[in-house]
């Protein structure tokens, strides 16, 4: 991104302006930088809306502050953030590129990103069929190489490229799995719900909201997460948490805000979830 304003940027050039907001939750901060430095793939594997997006995003961030520092001779320009959500139309050719009427070839996401030695971030990869997974396994091995067959090229990836996607293990496993043979390529930096403290800060700064309504939702958060299982299917996110505290800073009732942004969302059917509602209403109640 050029500009603040801007809509519209090129892929080729995509980099968070500003320092996006990320607290370091167990670590991944100093095993992603190993890792890249390693020219490791690197997966991230976790619940939904627990920070992995915003984690890549703070990645790419620091990674061009120090590229802007470093002295070093033939140094990249930039290293461009390439993020792809992974859906089950995706092919191969959207990844490589496709020849346009025009003639010209129009260079695909994963291909951009190895020109430009950017991070390719593949986003819920799961979703991708298996043929379309493959196509990165090259550039997920010491080859380090992707395969344009239409263009009868192979492109080598250059040092500061990197190869990054995420993964929810919990979210439909058994319907669709990584083959062990994309999983078997990853280190695979483990995400999870970050503990209260952090969380409250989180919450806090994301949403805007005092230190005693962070804290009331992340309490209500984990009094969600405990029922994991036990009725529910998955956790509140940090992401709903945020959610329902900008709602409330923006002056919708605190419980009101809770339902629309936490129950509301993860349990749809309101009979089967009708005492787990009950229940957490009255929690909620308690703490508004
Ligand atoms: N450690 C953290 N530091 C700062 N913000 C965080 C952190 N973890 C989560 N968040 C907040 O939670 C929101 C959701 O996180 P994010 O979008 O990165 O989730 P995700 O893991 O990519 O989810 P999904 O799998 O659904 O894409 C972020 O926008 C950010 O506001
Ligand atoms: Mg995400």
Same mark, same amino acid.
């Given at each position: 991104?050029?500009?603040?304003?801007?809509?519209?940027?090129?892929?080729?050039?995509?980099?968070?302006?500003?320092?996006?907001?990320?607290?370091?939750?167990?670590?991944?901060?100093?095993?992603?930088?190993?890792?890249?430095?390693?020219?490791?793939?690197?997966?991230?594997?976790?619940?939904?809306?627990?920070?992995?997006?915003?984690?890549?995003?703070?990645?790419?961030?620091?990674?061009?502050?120090?590229?802007?520092?470093?002295?070093?001779?033939?140094?990249?320009?930039?290293?461009?953030?390439?993020?792809?959500?992974?859906?089950?139309?995706?092919?191969?050719?959207?990844?490589?590129?496709?020849?346009?009427?025009?003639?010209?070839?129009?260079?695909?996401?994963?291909?951009?990103?190895?020109?430009?030695?950017?991070?390719?971030?593949?986003?819920?990869?799961?979703?991708?069929?298996?043929?379309?997974?493959?196509?990165?396994?090259?550039?997920?091995?010491?080859?380090?190489?992707?395969?344009?067959?239409?263009?009868?090229?192979?492109?080598?990836?250059?040092?500061?490229?990197? !190869? &990054?996607?995420?993964? /929810?293990?919990?979210?439909?496993? %058994?319907? #669709?799995? @990584?083959?062990?043979?994309?999983?078997? $390529?990853?280190?695979?930096?483990?995400?999870?719900?970050?503990?209260?403290?952090?969380?409250?800060?989180?919450?806090?700064?994301?949403?805007?909201?005092?230190?005693?309504?962070?804290?009331? !939702? &992340?309490?209500?958060? /984990?009094?969600?997460?405990?029922? %994991?299982? #036990?009725? @529910?299917?998955?956790?509140?996110?940090? $992401?709903?948490?945020?959610?329902?505290?900008?709602?409330?800073?923006?002056?919708?009732?605190?419980?009101?805000?809770?339902?629309?942004?936490?129950?509301?969302?993860?349990?749809?059917?309101?009979? &089967?979830?009708?005492?787990?509602?009950?229940?957490?209403?009255?929690?909620?109640?308690?703490?508004?």
């Amino acid at each position: 991104m050029t500009s603040k304003n801007q809509l519209e940027f090129d892929i080729t050039h995509y980099k968070p302006e500003e320092e996006p907001f990320y607290i370091d939750v167990n670590g991944e901060t100093e095993i992603f930088r190993a890792a890249y430095k390693d020219r490791l793939p690197i997966m991230l594997k976790g619940p939904t809306g627990c920070g992995k997006s915003r984690f890549v995003e703070r990645m790419a961030y620091e990674l061009n502050q120090e590229l802007t520092k470093s002295k070093r001779k033939n140094k990249p320009s930039e290293i461009p953030l390439v993020t792809v959500p992974c859906h089950e139309d995706l092919n191969a050719d959207d990844l490589k590129g496709r020849y346009l009427i025009s003639g010209e070839y129009q260079d695909g996401p994963a291909l951009v990103a190895v020109k430009n030695g950017g991070i390719l971030y593949l986003d819920e990869i799961v979703e991708a069929r298996n043929d379309t997974t493959v196509v990165i396994h090259p550039l997920a091995d010491h080859r380090r190489s992707l395969f344009v067959e239409k263009l009868g090229k192979v492109y080598e990836a250059p040092d500061s490229f990197s !190869l &990054v996607i995420s993964y /929810n293990p919990g979210y439909q496993r %058994k319907v #669709k799995d @990584l083959k062990q043979s994309t999983k078997q $390529r990853f280190v695979a930096i483990d995400f999870d719900y970050p503990g209260e403290k952090l969380e409250r800060k989180i919450v806090a700064h994301e949403a805007g909201v005092n230190g005693n309504i962070a804290n009331g !939702l &992340v309490d209500i958060g /984990n009094m969600v997460r405990n029922l %994991k299982g #036990k009725g @529910l299917d998955e956790g509140a996110s940090t $992401r709903l948490l945020i959610n329902a505290g900008k709602l409330i800073a923006s002056n919708i009732p605190p419980k009101r805000a809770c339902e629309i942004a936490i129950l509301n969302p993860i349990t749809d059917d309101i009979d &089967v979830y009708k005492d787990i509602r009950d229940g957490l209403e009255d929690v909620i109640d308690n703490y508004f």
